[in-house]
């Protein structure tokens, strides 16, 4: 099964889409602001590496009314993207478009070409489960499911038909520092845990099906600042691993933890009194 | 008050800013006083009304039945010539095997229909609202008129099954269907969306995802729905008579046997018919079995549902 899911991915990034080629590139000059958290690689061009997602004249609405939109940029393997902006100005849709999480809200629809590996998401031959299954997310509020801790762990390596779920479940909880502190109550209800221990659980959870990319909406929000600092250690350490794009209201948050960074503005259109977000 | 600090004249005006403060918190107006108590004696009113007609019953039918309250309510079978020790049991098995068949019929169908309201319905399309709008108008229609539809379609017409038990239990089980699928969906409903989106983001199947979270934790309150739609099923006279239930039945009835077979409503309907006071007091007793067997199937779904209560 894990086998099969390699191949689904490695076929997406051969089969080639017309457009690719120029089509991003000059998006990406105009669009991107380098976050205040310097390229580790220093000096060398910092759009040097593998692009994982070209976003180009994305455009997301509501029911006819756009949310976001024209937005076209990179984001890089093995970093983390932060997204920053304003209420309102359509971060967390932006993001849930990245693993398709949109389709599940029956008005939203998405404009524009939104590519992982070269390949269109949104292309007719495109299953959203499986993208998901390439693409996690993390939520605002912590989100474990109502079972023990040890069940939510393995849960998507059950679903996913993974093998060696005790490993997966070890090796998930120890990459989000939580398995010194939970190793001996793994059967305990979620509930139980505090919030900043839930949203690492969540993140853990995610970790535990292999994704290559996390998406964050905003994960610290609801939590302390010292849950938040282990958050951010965490995601620093994860991104050898995984590349992570985070939506954030919180711009020391971005600077501390951000590669790159896109900052979302409010435009607001005097005549239809609409907003919408729009990268500058 | 040892604070040194303290003049004559701090002290003045401290207690006179407790004093104000005293006072502003605790004069109410008097009308506002009186409509709260008003309001919260109607709220015990209201209470105490269907307090008093539950214990009614309990206690004229507990009076009543007393002389005929024993083990032969449970074991011995119906008799005209010998009412002292005439008792319960053909309709006491019919009732437990026509809930049964409810059961096995509303579960899996009421679950479904909520399902697919619920999660895959789109709203927006007219028939889906069609569909729930029915739902809700049927778990109002009398149940007389399930009753012929159940001869007209289940006892004879398409399906032609004749009077048998499970055609009982097909009739009740339509009766009672849209009240499990309405509180199968508000049990599905309460699930957080958060829930399904955590499933979905892990790239779980929907279908996995309402098998494996939403289902579990919507469990106790389909199990509510199931208990209202027993305790209504339990009690049905009138569908049954019209499908084929018998009042008066000395043997024990099977599910697809066509010699007949009662339920304990129909049976008390029966023995409340007769003039002799013998079988008054036997109805009293009827209707004390039936409480006492309503309150044996609730209290196991209770039980079954605080076993998988859950919290989010």
């Known amino acids: ?280 | 008050m040892a604070d040194p600090t303290e003049t004559e004249r701090v002290r003045l005006a401290t207690a006179g800013a407790r004093a104000v403060t005293l006072e502003s918190l605790s004069s109410q107006p008097r009308g506002d006083l009186f409509k709260g108590a008003l309001f919260y004696a109607l709220l015990i009113l209201a209470l105490a009304v269907a307090l008093a007609g539950l214990a009614a019953i309990i206690i004229q039918a507990a009076v009543k039945g007393a002389p005929a309250i024993g083990p032969d309510l449970f074991t011995n079978g119906p008799s005209t010539l010998n009412p002292s020790e005439a008792g319960f049991r053909p309709a006491l098995i019919g009732t437990l095997y026509l809930i049964l068949g409810v059961i096995v019929l509303v579960v899996p169908l009421g679950i479904g229909a909520a399902i697919y309201l619920e999660e895959y319905g789109d709203r927006s399309r007219w028939w889906n609202r069609l569909i729930e709008l029915n739902v809700q108008n049927l778990a109002g229609v009398p149940s007389i008129i399930y009753g012929i539809l159940g001869l007209a379609f289940i006892v004879r017409g398409p399906l032609d099954l004749g009077f048998i038990l499970v055609a009982g239990s097909l009739t009740l089980a339509l009766l009672v269907l849209p009240t499990v699928i309405l509180a199968a969906r508000e049990a599905i409903r309460a699930v957080p969306p958060s829930i399904r989106e955590g499933s979905l983001a892990l790239g779980a199947t929907q279908w996995q995802t309402i098998r494996r979270q939403v289902l579990p934790a919507a469990v106790p309150g389909v199990i509510t729905g199931v208990i209202l739609a027993i305790s209504r099923a339990i009690g049905e006279t009138a569908p049954l008579l019209l499908v084929g239930a018998a009042t008066f039945v000395t043997f024990n009835p099977t599910f697809l046997g066509d010699n007949g077979y009662s339920a304990l409503p129909v049976l008390i309907f029966n023995y409340a018919q007769r003039p002799q006071d013998e079988f008054r007091v036997l109805a009293a007793a009827g209707v004390i079995v039936m409480l006492v067997v309503l309150l044996a199937m609730n209290s196991f779904a209770v039980w079954l549902r605080n076993r998988y209560e859950q919290q989010w």
């Open chain 1, 1 to 280: 099964m894990e086998d099969s899911i390699r191949q689904a991915g490695d076929q997406m990034t051969e089969e080639d889409i017309p457009g690719t080629e120029e089509g991003p590139r000059r998006g990406l000059s105009q669009g991107i602001e380098v976050g205040a958290a310097a390229d580790p690689i220093g000096g060398i061009d910092p759009w040097s590496g593998e692009k994982v997602f070209e976003l180009e004249d994305v455009t997301v609405s509501y029911g006819g009314v756009p949310a976001v939109k024209g937005v076209s940029m990179g984001i890089q393997r093995n970093e983390i993207t932060a997204l920053i902006g304003p209420s309102g100005c359509g971060k967390s849709t932006l993001l849930r478009c990245l693993n398709r999480m949109n389709d599940l809200i029956p008005s939203a629809s998405v404009d524009g070409s939104i590519l992982y590996h070269g390949q269109d998401l949104y292309g007719p031959r495109v299953d959203p489960v499986q993208v998901r299954k390439m693409i996690g997310m993390v939520f605002q509020k912590p989100n474990p499911f109502p079972k023990s801790i040890y069940d939510n762990i393995a849960f998507g390596p059950r679903v996913l038909g993974l093998d060696d779920v005790e490993e997966r479940v070890e090796t998930a909880l120890r990459g989000a520092a939580l398995w010194d502190e939970v190793k001996d109550r793994l059967d305990d209800n979620a509930y139980g845990m505090s919030g900043g221990q839930q949203q690492r659980l969540c993140i853990a959870r995610t970790m535990a099906v292999d994704p290559e990319v996390i998406l964050m909406d905003e994960p610290c929000s609801a939590l302390d600042p010292i849950s938040t600092g282990k958050i951010e250690d965490l995601m620093l350490e994860l991104k050898e691993q995984f590349s992570i794009v985070i939506v954030t209201h919180n711009m020391q948050q971005a600077a501390r933890v951000s590669d790159k960074t896109a900052f979302l503005i409010v435009r607001l259109d005097a005549t239809e009194n609409n907003r919408w977000g729009e990268l500058v």
